[in-house]
């Protein structure tokens, strides 16, 4: 059973930045992709950065040139780096990870975090 914690949200102004972790534990050393969800105030979960089969993140456009996920493997811990936050950035910023790639594209990852808040006040 793989657990994922998040770390690393909170309030900012616009322009800011935040820093997201996720530390994943409990895996058996078998490959697992993993990425970054979020939901805002009446709007369904999207996908935000998402690993993909090549090693690379995919990226929403709305974040794109914005947001910057890494991956490290040692620690088994995935990073969301959030410049430039616009209040539309807010939201509850989900971990997620399964052993299919297409499954967590499609958004029905395994494996999912508590969540943690992303508030971007103007």
């Known amino acids: 059973q793989v657990k994922l914690v998040e770390s690393g949200g909170g309030s900012v102004q616009a322009g800011g930045s935040l820093r997201l972790s996720c530390a994943a534990s409990g895996h058996d050393g078998s490959r697992i992709y993993m990425g970054w969800f979020r939901q805002a105030p009446g709007k369904e979960r999207e996908g935000v950065a998402l690993l993909a089969s090549n090693g690379n993140i995919g990226y929403t456009d709305t974040v794109k040139g914005r947001f910057t996920g890494s991956l490290d493997n040692a620690k088994n811990t995935l990073y969301l780096q959030m410049n430039s936050l616009k209040p539309e950035d807010t939201g509850v910023y989900y971990c997620?990870?399964?052993?299919?790639?297409?499954?967590?594209?499609?958004?029905?990852?395994?494996?999912w975090g508590q969540g943690t808040q992303v508030t971007v006040s103007s």
């Open positions: 997620a990870a399964d052993p299919s790639v297409y499954k967590l594209w499609a958004g029905s990852g395994r494996y």
